[in-house]
């Protein structure tokens, strides 16, 4: 069982910034893909951003030149960088892995509020 650990919950003011970081309890190369997902009061949780095995990376609209994916395969970990953040990416925010046997994993959730 594949266990991932969120971090990095806050409160900003909008324009600020914020990281969140995902731990995997596996190697990162056990996924095909690991990313980031988010869920607002009231709405569907919606995809963030993917990174992909080898690296390279995929945003929805809403974040795109904003927000940033990357990883640490030495510690398993995957990080969203957060720039010129909106009252509108108030949010619970979960890590994601899609393991290469085809199960899917899901953080706890970490909870990001921007307002002034």
């Known amino acids: 069982q594949v266990q991932l650990v969120e971090s990095g919950e806050g409160l900003v003011q909008p324009g600020g910034s914020l990281r969140l970081s995902c731990v995997a309890s596996e190697s990162y190369f056990s996924f095909n893909t690991m990313g980031w997902y988010r869920q607002a009061p009231g709405k569907e949780r919606e995809l963030v951003a993917t990174?992909?095995?080898?690296?390279?990376?995929r945003y929805a609209d809403p974040v795109k030149d904003r927000f940033t994916v990357s990883k640490d395969i030495a510690t398993n970990t995957i990080y969203l960088q957060m720039n010129s953040l909106k009252p509108e990416d108030t949010a619970v925010y979960y890590c994601?892995?899609?393991?290469?046997?085809?199960?899917?994993?899901w953080g706890r959730g970490t909870l990001v509020t921007v307002s002034s």
């Open positions: 994601n892995a899609d393991r290469v046997d085809g199960t899917n994993y």
């Open positions: 990174i992909f095995r080898y690296g390279s990376s």
